[in-house]
């Protein structure tokens, strides 16, 4: 079944995007007289929004790795679709070099993200600078959804002047978003956290227009939308939970052949995701690979847990200057607003906040403040979509903002002193913007040397036991990589009769070296702030 998946992937996803394209599209010409309501003017200061999230993705992140090595078990799938559509790393075990045969899923984890890749590789070259340049432009579409969303939910949910009033909030929402530091810091690499985030400000943008009008085809789009999310990210199976918690159960119900085609496909595409999740669970190779363990340092699991639960509230409070203090402040208003509120869909929105803050904390990487995890920051994107929202709640509880009626200047002012605080809070952030993760520091230093061997004329094949290190070599340096694992691999390798190698890691003994006849090699060695790479001769 594996190999079936790894052969035809790539074709369900293409299928499944284009049948989102295609829902998105008939959902909004159904309704499009549905969005004669927004006003001119705020089309203008979505814009400015919009633009305004790009310069600071320009201005504090760069091309550079952020999710230590993964992000290139990603680029080199895609690089692999693009060649030949198969969903499996392009990995060499030999020399010459020789796609890896074996149909295997590497990582274990749904592959959308690596079809997107594949298919700008397709158009634009593989190179990691593309992929990086397409979680950019995700990166920055996403507040223009996250502004739909928002206008859909209270548009639904406010009485009193909805209309407007949603508009306003929508704003606050995409504002919100787009100086968020975790997802500015995300927007350089190519992990697949930011590809995530997009398709989930999709889907919660396809499901509240869905509970605001609900018809077939908003249902489908909100459904397929779904089917992407969780063909993203393994964590994203929850907002299935999600969608039938909090949209369907609360909205009016379609046509029974839109119900049953809708949950047809869900079952089909989130099947598909488990399976692929479960072909590493028991497959003995990658299950060690990518098992969960307990973090360094933790007796236990539990131990670990009550670490992150504490870490996750100090993250509230400005640790490791992740999330911005003034986004709490103004949380704790729409907290208190909500609770104030006391109404159906503000008791949903408290619950959903307090599920995405809790859910991943029982895994060891489930830390948002990076205190055990120099990555694990990543996984609080999820936390913030409804954090926004209840924020965007909050501002207008304010008592001198007056939205309603003929104060709207003061709604204006505000809206100007948000966006303000916003930037400024960002540019606070800058420690954690500007610190560079070891796999970048890693990434770095291996282009410097490609440049140099490269500059000197030298035909080089960089191997390691570590597939994600040795692909972070192939894409920094631009020369082919190997793995060697096993005997069989060392015999392969042998048969080349090649001239020179390079590795990248410790873990390959001397003996290895020696049998190999290398007159060059590279040597890895572990200090405790970053690694450095050595060439001997």
């Known amino acids: ?30 309704n499009r007289k549905e969005f004669s309501f927004i006003k001119p003017a705020v089309c203008v200061l979505l814009l400015i929004i919009v633009l305004g999230g790009v310069a600071a993705r320009f201005a504090y992140t760069g091309i550079a790795p952020v999710v230590f090595n993964d992000e290139f078990l990603y680029v080199a ?17 030999s020399y010459p070099p020789e796609p890896w045969s074996v149909k295997k899923f590497f990582p274990p984890y749904p592959q959308l993200w690596a079809v997107l890749i594949g ?28 502004f739909f969303a928002g206008l859909f939910l209270f548009k639904k949910v406010l009485k009193n002047n909805g209309g407007m009033l949603s508009q306003y909030l929508g704003l606050l929402a995409a504002s919100f978003w787009a100086f968020l530091p975790v997802a500015v810091k995300l927007s350089g690499c190519a992990s697949p956290e930011t590809a995530s985030a997009f398709f989930i400000a999709l889907f919660l943008a396809m499901s509240f227009f869905f509970r605001l009008y609900p018809t077939n085809k908003t249902f489908l789009a909100a459904v397929l939308s779904l ?19 909090f949209f369907y159960a609360a909205a009016k119900k379609p046509g029974k052949k839109a119900i049953l085609a809708g949950i047809a496909i869900l079952i089909l595409f989130a099947s598909i995701s488990m399976m692929i999740m479960a072909s590493g669970h028991f497959d003995t190779e990658r299950a060690k690979v990518f098992t969960i363990e307990t973090r360094p340092g933790f007796e236990n699991k539990w131990q670990n847990m009550g670490a992150n639960l504490v870490n996750n509230l100090l993250f509230f409070l400005g640790k490791n200057q992740i999330n911005p203090i003034f986004y709490t402040i103004v949380l704790c208003l729409g907290i208190f607003a909500a609770f104030r509120e006391k109404q159906k869909w503000t ?7 307090a599920f995405s803050w809790f859910i991943l904390s029982p895994f060891p990487f489930g830390d948002y403040s990076n205190a055990n995890s120099s990555d694990a920051f990543r996984f609080s994107l999820h936390m913030y979509f409804p954090m926004i929202m209840l924020m965007a709640f909050g501002v207008i509880q304010l008592e001198k ?54 500059d000197e004329k030298i035909e080089a094949f960089f191997i390691s036991p ?29 048969a080349g009769n090649t ?39």
Request: charged share 20%.
């Open 1 to 30: 079944m594996e190999s079936f998946l790894v052969s035809y992937y790539v074709y369900f996803i293409l299928a499944l995007l284009a049948g989102l394209i295609i829902s998105v599209i008939a959902a909004i010409r159904e």
């Open 77 to 93: 799938t895609g690089e692999n679709i693009s060649h030949t559509g198969q969903a499996t790393p392009e990995v060499y075990r």
């Open 119 to 146: 298919i700008v590789f397709k158009f634009a070259g593989a190179a990691y600078k593309n992929a990086a340049f397409l979680n950019l432009v995700l990166s920055s579409l996403t507040p223009f959804l996250i």
């Open 227 to 245: 089917c992407a999310v969780v063909n993203v990210r393994p964590e994203n199976m929850l907002y299935i939970i999600l969608f039938v918690v």
């Open 347 to 353: 008791v949903r929105l408290l619950l959903w906040f």
């Open 401 to 454: 903002i007056k939205f309603i009626g003929s104060n709207r200047n003061a709604a204006g002012i505000a809206g100007i002193l948000i966006l303000g605080l916003c930037i400024i809070s960002l540019n606070l952030g800058k420690p954690f913007l500007s610190s560079q993760a070891l796999s970048g520091r890693d990434y770095e230093r291996a282009k410097e040397i490609g440049m140099k061997m490269r």
């Open 466 to 494: 570590s597939p994600d290190k040795c692909l972070m070599m192939k894409y920094a340096t631009g020369f082919p990589a190997g793995l060697v694992e096993t005997q069989q691999d060392i015999e392969n390798l042998k």
């Open 499 to 537: 001239r020179l190698f390079y590795y990248t890691s410790q873990d390959i003994p001397e003996l290895y070296l020696r049998e190999l006849q290398m007159d060059v090699f590279l040597r890895v060695t572990d200090d405790d702030e970053y690694s450095v790479f050595e060439v001997r001769r």
